[in-house]
Structure formats: C-alpha cells, structure tokens
C-alpha cells in the first residue's frame, strides 16, 4: 500500500518524488511564463523526481505534435524519470485511484 506523504515528509524521509499531471503541467507552465525553474522543481533534487508511464501520457495527451516533443525534452531536460511498473508500484496506483481526463490520442496501429 503506498502512503501519501506531503512534499516536505518526502524530501525529509530522502525517498523519491512521484509527480502527478497536475504538478507537470503546473510546472511546465510556470517555466515558459517566468522564464525561470518553477519553485517545486527547485525544492526537489533531481535525482528524485519521477513520473508513471500514466501521467507522462496524460501530460502529453492533446497536445499538438510539435508540443509532444517540447515536452518529451523538457522532462529529460528537468531529470524527470519514468517510474518503473514493478509489482509493489502497480498495487500503489490501485490504492490512489481518482478520475483521468479525456485524451482521444490513443490509436491502433
């Protein structure tokens, strides 16, 4: 089962930042507005920061195509890794269930 820890007990516990969408995007967003590192990225070493599979998807989903790549390398750029989906990660998502948002970007090829 996971715990959900406020920012501050994680950083204080030294464990690894799981981000949301929400936090991406905020972040994502501040940065092209200011011009500057957003204030949670700057509070989180970036050997901590990680992101499901998920909530890359849904921090890239209706977006134009060019914007995907932009993205893609800001997260790389921002050392933003992808969370492994080992056994004990997807039982943590389970217990942290809540609604997704639409994206019509999933296709069969």
């Keep these: 089962m996971a715990d959900v820890m406020t920012l501050d007990e994680c950083l204080a516990a030294k464990r690894g930042v799981l981000l949301d ?3 991406l995007i ?3 967003h501040w940065e092209r507005l200011h011009g500057a590192p957003s204030n949670l990225l700057l509070r989180i070493p970036g050997e901590r920061r990680h992101a499901s599979l998920v909530t890359i998807f849904e921090f890239i989903c209706n977006t134009p195509q060019e914007d995907v790549r932009r993205r893609l390398d800001w997260l790389k750029d921002r050392s933003i890794k992808l969370a492994p989906l080992t056994e004990a990660v997807s039982k943590a998502f389970q217990a942290i269930r809540g609604d997704t ?3 019509d970007h999933l296709k069969d090829y």
């Design 101 to 103: 948002p639409n994206c």
């Design 21 to 23: 969408s929400q936090a």
């Design 26 to 28: 905020s972040a994502f």
